[in-house]
């Protein structure tokens, strides 16, 4: 059984990079992250270290119990894009704005660090394993407006059953043509589905590879 990382190891994943995953420490530091699978040196200069997937899955997982007792920071300070829907809504304006912008830039920065080809015109592996947040990244960045509690009012993203996909809604037609347009130009193929039951329009996106 592969032992947990250390305290100190925890931190230093913890104040990852929340969008890229990319890592600071010293060469000691991150030398002992790569060896045990939870990041990775990335080959073209500068050499940066990022996580990996199993370095992900650590910094997502629940707290440890003696930390359980500030659960607000073990979020703080993270971002997370907006998928529509929530309770409460998140506070938006120009800060917010900023926020999703600088988010979106790392998320190229990521492509072109990770993609084998140094490729930004497509997603890249964290983008294939986060899909819901990646997509809703991609709308929020371009300008779309998130649904509100009541659903109402912008888009939401969905996971499915189909691997690599999500769904987007949109309050009507116009806007989920754009959300669509959106997700093409972020690099994802996208194309218009009705639900055979509810008879409710929405846009099936995956990640393009290549």
Known sequence: MTRPPTAAQRRLIEAADPVTGRLTGTDAQL???VKRGLAFRHPRPPHDH???PAGHRVREAEPEPETRAA???SVSGVFAARVG???PSPASGPARLREVRGAWQGMLELRRMTNPDGATDRPCGWERGHLVQAAALALEAAGHRPA???GGGGY???ETPQPEAVAVYAPDDAELRA???TLEGAGWQAGEYTEPRTRTRYVLASPRRV
């Open 85 to 87: 829907g929530e309770d």
């Open 50 to 52: 990022f996580l990996t």
């Open 148 to 150: 509100g509690p009541d």
């Open 71 to 73: 659960p607000a920071a």
């Open 31 to 33: 030398a002992a992250l």
């Open 179 to 181: 959300c669509a347009a």
């Open 156 to 158: 939401r993203v969905r």
